[in-house]
């Protein structure tokens, strides 16, 4: 095992590139495995300053050749963000999202364990593993029951519990983050998911936003260098937990777009259209559990991150 090394799959996506900046700024040589089919290269511009602290493989997490990758680097951490991450596309194609988040966890947890990683940090769904809970029970703790409406909070479910039994056959320490909705710079303005960076991409162009359903669906943001500072944290507490990560504060679809268009300026209103199928109504996550065992908690305002990914796209433009 190589103690300075880490393996970040996923590293060319939005929160994986931000953590490899992370990791290769407090020394570690990070090797990102990626097959770039929803990362990007441009991601990872940043981190290129780096040298040859960082290495970048073009590889398939689904593919045989992963092992011997994870063989020659021996890393001391993994950290496993790589999946297909699209709801509709895991209802859709439900065997495509079983090879890839299924099948291609368990090779990154096989090869973890074959080749003598301490521990594992995975990159789980808040926002899907407990499905539609009752909303008195909101902010949803980590010990409510596991109820998942999608094919994709399966699949991420289904890798929770894969660590969980790898960790009583053999000496592979591992933490799950159930991440709530991730926000901020890199995020694709563009893609299916990522409400922020749909609208800041919107407001740029000065083009219509549009809500789906009536905009009184809340989620609960948080803005990814915290997201970062909770994967850096997992590595040396909360084995064998699963913790949410999260600000554990609801906020409306209305009430995100009314401050976006604050920030920008802008007096338009949204467009409204029907709601989406199998849309959670409410979503909020407890982080109690994470800032007692994981001695972490979110900085970042809500309206200061708004702000920093508004600069992020009005730049990129």
């Given at each position: 095992m190589n103690p300075d090394s880490a393996v970040v799959t996923g590293g060319g996506g939005f929160i994986g590139?931000?953590?490899?900046?992370?990791?290769?700024?407090?020394?570690?040589?990070?090797?990102?495995?990626?097959?770039?089919?929803?990362?990007?290269?441009?991601?990872?511009?940043?981190?290129?300053?780096?040298?040859?602290?960082?290495?970048?493989v073009n590889q398939d997490i689904t593919k045989e050749?992963?092992?011997?990758?994870?063989?020659?680097?021996a890393p001391r951490y993994v950290f496993h963000l790589a999946a297909q991450s699209d709801v509709r596309r895991s209802i859709a194609e439900p065997l495509y999202d079983a090879k890839v988040n299924i099948l291609g966890s368990l090779n990154v947890i096989e090869s973890s364990h074959r080749v003598g990683v301490e521990r594992l940090v995975y990159a789980a769904s808040g926002g899907t593993l407990y499905g539609e809970a009752d909303n008195s029970l909101?902010?949803?703790?980590?010990?409510?029951?596991?109820?998942?409406?999608?094919?994709?909070?399966?699949s991420k479910k289904a890798v929770?519990?894969?660590?969980?039994?790898?960790?009583?056959?053999?000496?592979?320490?591992?933490?799950?983050?159930?991440?709530a909705n991730v926000y901020g710079p890199r995020q694709d303005p563009?893609?299916?998911?990522?409400?922020?960076?749909?609208?800041?991409?919107?407001?740029?162009?000065?083009?219509?936003?549009?809500?789906?359903?009536?905009?009184?669906?809340t989620r609960d943001f948080v803005y990814v260098t915290d997201v970062v500072d909770a994967f850096v944290k997992a590595t040396q507490e909360g084995a064998g937990g699963v913790f949410n990560i999260s600000t554990s504060i609801e906020t409306s679809?209305?009430?995100?777009?009314?401050?976006?268009?604050?920030?920008?300026?802008?007096?338009?209103?949204?467009?409204?259209?029907?709601?989406?199928?199998?849309?959670?109504e409410r979503s909020c996550l407890s982080n109690l559990k994470a800032i007692e065992f994981l001695d972490w908690t979110p900085k970042t305002a809500l309206a200061q991150g708004l702000s920093d990914v508004m600069a992020w796209v009005r730049d990129k433009r």
């Open positions: 590139s931000h953590l490899v900046d992370r990791l290769l700024e407090i020394g570690f040589h990070v090797v990102v495995i990626d097959d770039f089919s929803s990362g990007s290269l441009a991601n990872l511009e940043a981190a290129s300053r780096f040298g040859p602290q960082l290495e970048i050749g992963l092992f011997q990758t994870m063989q020659r680097v909101l902010p949803i703790k980590e010990g409510t029951k596991h109820r998942p409406l999608s094919n994709y909070g399966v929770i519990d894969y660590l969980a039994a790898y960790s009583t056959l053999y000496p592979l320490e591992y933490v799950s983050l159930a991440l563009k893609g299916e998911s990522g409400v922020v960076s749909i609208f800041a991409g919107s407001l740029e162009a000065n083009q219509e936003c549009v809500i789906f359903g009536d905009g009184n669906q679809v209305n009430q995100l777009y009314r401050e976006m268009a604050r920030i920008y300026g802008c007096s338009k209103e949204p467009r409204y259209l029907p709601g989406r199928v199998g849309e959670l």
